[in-house]
């Protein structure tokens, strides 16, 4: 299928991969390439697989509800590989238990764990280091998270770097797994506290469907962008 940028004119042909990534996005969802050409980013949709098409209204579709999480109290879920090399992650939430078990868990799946003690500092190492995740608690910074700067830093990153860290947030106001939550708040994972002491199962579950969905195509993409 053939596409045209809008800032260049240039006509862009997409592999068969990057066409079924698409399609498979959920309704509302876009997905940014830069074009070869003019480095631009060309937005598609699964609407049409078109650039910035328009988001549907969904003004009177009623979401979803939080998903069923008692699996988690049962642990009746197995236990996968999941990371083969040893990727770096973020870990900002202030000093505390919270924090040892979340370190736990994901150096647990292979992680090795990084910590800042200010948004500046996350900042900073974000521009030297490909942390291939990034936790954030809500309280890691005063207000709410629309007054997070680092929270706005990861929502205002290009999408070259962004589309590769599987952004993790947590807090009481989040339900475990909710996708479409973390949809609305730009993340890939949200989980509550009370889901804490089962962030390894909750990793073991999340990561595997994300990549399972997005790994192929993140390689085209980093392919293509070449």
């Not at 509800?65 to 049962?74: F, G, H, M, N, V």
């Not at 083969?84 to 799946?109: F, H, M, V, W, Y």
């Not at 910590?115 to 490909?130: C, D, H, L, Y």
């Not at 860290?165 to 479409?180: C, N, P, Q, R, W």
């Amino acid at each position: 299928m053939n596409i045209t940028c809008k800032n260049c004119s240039k006509k862009i042909t997409l592999s068969n991969k990057i066409q079924k990534g698409v399609k498979r996005l959920v309704p509302g969802r876009t997905l940014r390439l830069p074009c070869p050409n003019c480095k631009e980013a060309i937005v598609l949709s699964s609407n049409n697989l078109s650039p910035d098409a328009d988001y549907p209204d969904t003004s009177s579709i009623k979401p979803p509800s939080p998903p069923d999480i008692t699996w988690l109290k049962e642990g009746a879920f197995e236990e996968e590989e999941v990371v083969e090399d040893i990727p770096q992650a973020l870990i900002l939430i202030k000093t505390g238990i919270k924090r040892e078990n979340i370190s736990k868990s994901i150096e647990s799946i292979g992680y090795q764990a990084s910590f800042a003690e200010t948004s500046q500092e996350a900042i900073e190492k974000m521009q030297f280091v490909n942390f291939a995740s990034v936790i954030l608690h809500s309280d890691f910074e005063a207000g709410d998270m629309e007054q997070s700067s680092f929270h706005q830093f990861m929502r205002d990153m290009h999408m070259s770097k962004r589309r590769f860290i599987f952004y993790i947030l947590v807090g009481m106001e989040f339900a475990t797994l909710y996708d479409l939550e973390a949809l609305a708040n730009s993340a890939n994972l949200v989980v509550n506290d009370r889901e804490i002491p089962e962030l390894l199962t909750i990793l073991r579950k999340a990561i595997p469907s994300y990549e399972e969905l997005f790994g192929s195509l993140m390689a085209e993409i980093s392919a293509y962008s070449r």
